[in-house]
């Protein structure tokens, strides 16, 4: 994790692939961002997206009841 560009002060919570040394996606926990920015999602191109807790946690309420898996899908 500590090759993505602007990650000082933010809390690894995951690491999604870890299969490689790629740069996989990460998510992060900011404590010092305001409560609506708090969960930060990276990517391997560098890119981030920035959420409220709830908004994360609508996420996982979709990936768990299945709405998500055809995604993944080729």
Same mark, same amino acid.
């Given at each position: #994790?500590s090759?993505?560009? /602007?990650?000082? /002060?933010?809390?690894?919570? $995951? !690491?999604? +692939? /870890?299969? +490689?040394?790629? /740069? +996989?996606?990460? &998510?992060?926990?900011?404590?010092a $961002?305001? $409560?609506? %920015?708090r969960?930060? &999602? !990276?990517?391997?191109? =560098?890119? %981030?997206?920035? #959420? @409220?807790?709830?908004?994360f946690s @609508?996420?996982? $309420?979709d990936?768990? @009841?299945?709405? &998500?898996? =055809?995604? =993944?899908?080729?």
């Open positions: #994790m090759d993505i560009a /602007g990650i000082e /002060g933010l809390e690894p919570v $995951a !690491t999604f +692939c /870890g299969n +490689c040394d790629c /740069g +996989c996606p990460n &998510l992060f926990v900011d404590p $961002a305001p $409560a609506e %920015r969960v930060v &999602l !990276t990517d391997d191109f =560098g890119q %981030r997206v920035q #959420m @409220s807790a709830d908004q @609508s996420l996982v $309420a990936a768990k @009841s299945g709405k &998500l898996d =055809g995604i =993944g899908a080729p």
